[in-house]
């Protein structure tokens, strides 16, 4: 069973939307990261956020892109006019531990984003 | 920029070998190295971690090597199993606040009956 539950399994949308992926870890922790596999190739590194802020992002991690996590719990990706390139699966990852730092991270199942 | 590469990219072996997955990175200024293992359609389940200051992790029939110097690591697979067909994939992890992963390509293992 995944450390962290990612909602939705599969999301299909029409380029220009918005979408919003979710993330919901089991336990509290501070340290979360988002990542993303376009079919094929590797995964890669979008943004970490520590204790409600951005800790570090990526050159992918542009304008179009925002993360919060505005309940406490819940870990949102926003894209805001997705383009056919953000087709992949994105995944969310916690930090071990109180801090996460040099400690394992942990995926979820991943979120499969379709844009047509 | 970090750059991780793994070989070889697919590997097919039968039942009850032992096999040796590499890594190699291209910068040494690692925080820590991390295995994973990914199953068709799924997410990446975490194996071992190992940090920049130890030269290997073990976690039942899995024994993870590091060389920072040469800017290798190796994952040794013992008495191979079926159940261990699966996508493995090593990720370094930056020296700086964010703590990013940079991810090899993966190997993709077979192990037939």
């Known amino acids: 069973e995944p450390e962290v539950t990612q909602t939705p399994s599969h999301q299909v949308t029409q380029m220009g939307q918005e979408v919003i992926l979710r993330c919901v870890p089991i336990s509290n922790h501070l340290y979360f990261y988002w990542y993303r596999q376009i079919l094929g190739q590797k995964v890669e590194f979008l943004v970490s956020?520590?204790?409600?802020?951005?800790?570090?992002k990526s050159e992918i991690f542009d304008d179009q892109f925002s993360v919060e996590r505005p309940d406490g719990s819940n870990f949102t990706l926003k894209i805001r006019s997705t383009k056919l390139e953000d087709s992949a699966m994105y995944f969310c990852?916690?930090?071990?531990?109180?801090?996460?730092?040099?400690?394992?991270?942990?995926f979820g199942d991943g979120t499969r984003l379709s844009i047509l | 920029k970090q750059e991780v590469t793994q070989i070889p990219a697919a590997l097919s072996v039968p039942e009850g070998e032992n096999l040796v997955l590499n890594c190699s990175f291209t910068?040494?200024?690692?925080?820590?190295l991390q295995w994973f293992r990914q199953d068709p359609g799924k997410g990446l389940t975490s194996l071992l971690l190992?940090?920049?200051?130890?030269r290997e992790q073990t976690s039942g029939r899995l024994n993870a090597s590091l060389d920072k110097s040469s800017g290798r690591s190796t994952l040794y697979i013992a008495a191979s199993q079926p159940g261990d067909s699966a996508t493995y994939l090593c990720a370094a992890a930056h020296n700086n606040a964010g703590n990013m992963l940079t991810f090899g390509g993966g190997t993709r293992l077979m192990v037939k009956p």
């Open positions: 990852a916690r930090g071990d531990g109180g801090t996460g730092r040099n400690q394992p991270q942990h």
């Open positions: 910068d040494s200024a690692i925080y820590n």
């Open positions: 190992i940090q920049s200051s130890q």
């Open positions: 956020f520590y204790n409600n802020e951005i800790s570090e």
